[in-house]
């Protein structure tokens, strides 16, 4: 499981203030907890004001990778934000988040990866819009990897999300995007899939939960890969869990591994 | 999703010196906290020893239903405890558990069931041991329910288990588990399906986690049952969380509801 650590995102207040205060401290601390944790990325999104998405992004690029060894997960709206970061990324390994399946932004971000060699997120949207369905998802899945291949990225490289919808608002698409990981995966074998996992809780009550257990289908269903917090009370646990009785970790050696490195963090 | 609730089981040290102490406050308490924390069936379970099992059976029967208005699930290895314990049960509903595929028990416990017009317990298990593969399980599931509807059983009566066997152990038998709650669900429609959860953690550190993945990873397959423990933390979260996410809980109505009644318990 490849996990892609989303706490030092712009959208929450604490990192907002953080940015505008320009407090090392507090974003030191967030990339350390979440590398202690098991993250495999750290997501660097520095989106609150897009005046100053750009400056704020490099600030938050060199306060990361001083505190981590990790890779990071660039998170950004323009092309220019992805290619200052990049110029400032000293990892061999850097992931770029994210096209989607839009025709102008394909035109701007496919370069940019293939020239920085970067792994790059996919969202499952395109120019009509959130997928509707599990076709929607395959259709979108194809354009993406076609494309990236014409641009010489391999898909060993994409992180394809099938954008997931809350449950209280779009309750038949849950099943949608289960079934559109075991379509896509059984497909293309070499992609990876991955999602952001917190949008499925909202508008209902103990939200971490609902994150945990869709997790669970989604590994279940063969997805690799997730962006979610790994500091939350049982979540890494749960990956760990849900892949050994998914059947993708033979003997439990990564789980009784997790253990032992503490990161299933029991009671 | 029905619970029943493992709690009161003379195997668990605390509950076999309570026993042999007629230790009421104890019994009582156990009782209470299940009940409270969302049990559809109180299991009572007083075989540590063979020799006193009937008569503590007996009064751990009656201490049970003092405490609770929750029906009894009555978990007994001798045809004698069950007749024993049925003539004190006070209330319209009660579960034996357990019959399986072995000729022996089939002849000695279905009569029981059909003139208690009780709910019973299956294990998918027979003369030759525990399942191996998807088909043993199916065959001894066919098995059990057509010899049950010659005693006038209904389907609808029945809890079918699929005796999980460890993933330590036998790994490559967790799979094997949720295909067959699928394909006898798929197959009968009407039967219910349970299991004792605990077996599947065992020899592995933090067997809660594996406990509550599985049975996220059960509920998704169909299975609408199952014997566990409520009070251990977000156990009744995992129940109702999967239920919404596997698209059996319309709007989130019993997710919401759970919530409101104190069942979620979020940290």
Redesign the interface.
């Given at each position: 499981m490849i996990v892609i650590a989303e706490r030092i995102n712009a959208t929450r207040k604490s990192i907002a203030k953080a940015l505008k205060d320009r407090d090392e401290d507090f974003i030191s601390g967030e990339t350390k907890q979440q590398t202690e944790a098991g993250a495999d990325f750290i997501d660097v999104n520095a989106g609150s004001n897009p005046s100053e998405e750009i400056e704020n992004l490099r600030w938050a690029v060199q306060v990361v990778q001083q505190n981590t060894d990790l890779p990071l997960c660039l998170d950004c709206a323009s092309p220019e934000g992805f290619e200052t970061a990049l110029k400032l990324v000293e990892n061999d390994t850097v992931m770029l988040n994210s096209v989607n399946g839009e025709e102008e932004r394909l035109q701007a971000i496919m370069p940019i990866a293939a020239e920085s060699k970067s792994e790059l997120v996919g969202l499952l949207m395109d120019d009509d819009g959130l997928p509707q369905s599990v076709d929607d998802r395959l259709n979108i899945a194809e354009k993406i990897i076609e494309r990236a291949d014409k641009e010489g990225i391999a898909v060993e490289k994409l992180y394809l999300d099938p954008c997931i919808q809350p449950?209280?608002t779009t309750?038949q698409d849950?099943?949608n995007v289960i079934e559109a990981v075991k379509k896509i995966t059984a497909s293309f074998p070499n992609v990876h899939m991955t999602c952001g996992l917190s949008n499925?809780g909202f508008g209902?009550?103990?939200r971490?939960?609902?994150n945990?257990?869709?997790l669970?289908?989604l590994i279940?269903a063969g997805m690799d890969s997730a962006i979610l917090d790994p500091t939350e009370?049982?979540m890494m646990?749960?990956v760990f869990?849900?892949e050994?009785?998914?059947?993708k970790d033979?003997?439990?050696m990564n789980?009784?591994q997790a253990?032992r490195q503490g990161l299933?963090k029991?009671?």
């Amino acid at each position: 499981m490849i996990v892609i650590a989303e706490r030092i995102n712009a959208t929450r207040k604490s990192i907002a203030k953080a940015l505008k205060d320009r407090d090392e401290d507090f974003i030191s601390g967030e990339t350390k907890q979440q590398t202690e944790a098991g993250a495999d990325f750290i997501d660097v999104n520095a989106g609150s004001n897009p005046s100053e998405e750009i400056e704020n992004l490099r600030w938050a690029v060199q306060v990361v990778q001083q505190n981590t060894d990790l890779p990071l997960c660039l998170d950004c709206a323009s092309p220019e934000g992805f290619e200052t970061a990049l110029k400032l990324v000293e990892n061999d390994t850097v992931m770029l988040n994210s096209v989607n399946g839009e025709e102008e932004r394909l035109q701007a971000i496919m370069p940019i990866a293939a020239e920085s060699k970067s792994e790059l997120v996919g969202l499952l949207m395109d120019d009509d819009g959130l997928p509707q369905s599990v076709d929607d998802r395959l259709n979108i899945a194809e354009k993406i990897i076609e494309r990236a291949d014409k641009e010489g990225i391999a898909v060993e490289k994409l992180y394809l999300d099938p954008c997931i919808q809350p449950l209280s608002t779009t309750p038949q698409d849950v099943g949608n995007v289960i079934e559109a990981v075991k379509k896509i995966t059984a497909s293309f074998p070499n992609v990876h899939m991955t999602c952001g996992l917190s949008n499925i809780g909202f508008g209902l009550p103990y939200r971490s939960i609902l994150n945990r257990i869709f997790l669970a289908f989604l590994i279940h269903a063969g997805m690799d890969s997730a962006i979610l917090d790994p500091t939350e009370p049982d979540m890494m646990a749960t990956v760990f869990a849900a892949e050994a009785l998914a059947g993708k970790d033979d003997f439990c050696m990564n789980y009784i591994q997790a253990d032992r490195q503490g990161l299933l963090k029991p009671e």
